[in-house]
């Protein structure tokens, strides 16, 4: 297989992509941190399916990791991600380095989406958000008129860039894709990296609490409180698991309703180990 393109500066890349657009080309376009997974790979392919060009970026963005996080030893290969995103038809990566995407060694621009980011995610990773919305900002900036693909696993990440992406005028098309999980239900995750064997045991425990609250919400019961308990009680029977949220929510606004009805999501985070899993799952209520 010929070796994947591969640019690392922000010039370069814009030249090469206003030659596709300019002839006509619709590019797809898919954000990363590397460390490539099937989760990522399935973003690739839905960009493959749907776009004449695929362009895969890997940068592990220091402004959304908070001073006592695992920037420094977030996983890191690159060889295995060029193959990754060849198989599954990316045809170039953007492969930036820190003085490149940040030369002043600090920004003194953000964005911010607060209504959305200060539960959930943001409630244990205040500046978090902000640093995805803005490196995300920056990256449609670099890369231009495209469909971008996110995943669903992150789902109140999803929801910021939608809706920074509507708020702003980009012209950008965000498209969200479903979780990949593992054989035994356990979202794929670079992070998963970090269990050890008897934590990756015990991992898939938020998909079976999430299963809980489906099965509770299929039997009829429409009170956020009693869903949410459920999907607790689950998580801490499981003694390798502490349950930092699980919720049902509104789908858009990430809000407790009073009662479940219409579009929700069922989502959880608990640290298993080192690293804070995340998983949700979503159902549409007619009543
Ligand atoms: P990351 O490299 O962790 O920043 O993730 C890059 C993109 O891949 C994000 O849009 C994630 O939501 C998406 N992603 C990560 N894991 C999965 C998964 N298991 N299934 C689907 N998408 C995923």
């Known amino acids: 297989m010929r070796p994947l393109p591969s640019i690392a500066t922000i010039s370069e890349l814009r030249t090469e992509l206003d030659q596709h657009r300019a002839a006509g080309r619709s590019i797809g376009f898919v954000p990363t941190m590397g460390f490539l997974h099937q989760g990522h790979g399935s973003l690739i392919e839905a960009a493959r399916r749907d776009n004449d060009l695929v362009v895969v970026s890997i940068f592990v963005n220091p402004l959304q990791f908070a001073a006592d996080e695992d920037l420094s030893d977030y996983p890191r290969d690159l060889d295995h991600d060029r193959q990754l995103a060849r198989a599954a038809g990316a045809d170039l990566l953007f492969t930036p380095g820190v003085g490149e995407m940040y030369p002043e060694n600090t920004v003194l621009t953000t964005v911010s989406v607060d209504a959305l980011a200060g539960n959930w995610?943001?409630?244990?990773?205040?500046?978090?958000?902000?640093?995805?919305?803005?490196?995300?900002?920056?990256?449609?900036?670099?890369?231009?008129?495209?469909?971008?693909?996110?995943?669903?696993?992150?789902?109140?990440?999803?929801?910021?860039?939608?809706?920074?992406?509507?708020?702003?005028?980009?012209?950008?098309?965000?498209?969200?894709?479903?979780?990949?999980?593992?054989?035994?239900?356990?979202?794929?995750?670079?992070?998963?990296?970090?269990?050890?064997?008897?934590?990756?045991?015990?991992?898939?425990?938020?998909?079976?609490?999430?299963?809980?609250?489906?099965?509770?919400?299929?039997?009829?019961?429409?009170?956020?409180?009693?869903?949410?308990?459920?999907?607790?009680?689950?998580?801490?029977?499981?003694?390798?698991?502490?349950?930092?949220?699980a919720a049902a929510v509104d789908a858009a606004t990430l809000a407790i309703p009073e009662e479940l009805s219409g579009e929700i999501r069922l989502i959880i985070a608990a640290q298993v180990g080192r690293p804070r899993l995340l998983d949700n799952a979503g159902a549409t209520l007619s009543t």
């Open 121 to 245: 995610e943001g409630a244990s990773r205040p500046t978090h958000f902000a640093g995805v919305a803005t490196v995300v900002a920056k990256l449609f900036s670099i890369v231009g008129p495209c469909s971008a693909y996110f995943g669903e696993k992150d789902f109140q990440q999803l929801a910021i860039i939608r809706r920074m992406a509507a708020d702003l005028s980009m012209p950008i098309e965000v498209v969200g894709c479903p979780i990949v999980r593992e054989a035994d239900g356990l979202a794929m995750s670079s992070r998963n990296s970090y269990l050890d064997p008897e934590q990756r045991a015990a991992a898939p425990v938020l998909r079976r609490a999430l299963d809980q609250g489906l099965e509770l919400i299929e039997r009829g019961e429409r009170s956020p409180v009693a869903v949410a308990e459920a999907m607790r009680a689950v998580v801490e029977a499981e003694p390798l698991a502490t349950l930092d949220y």
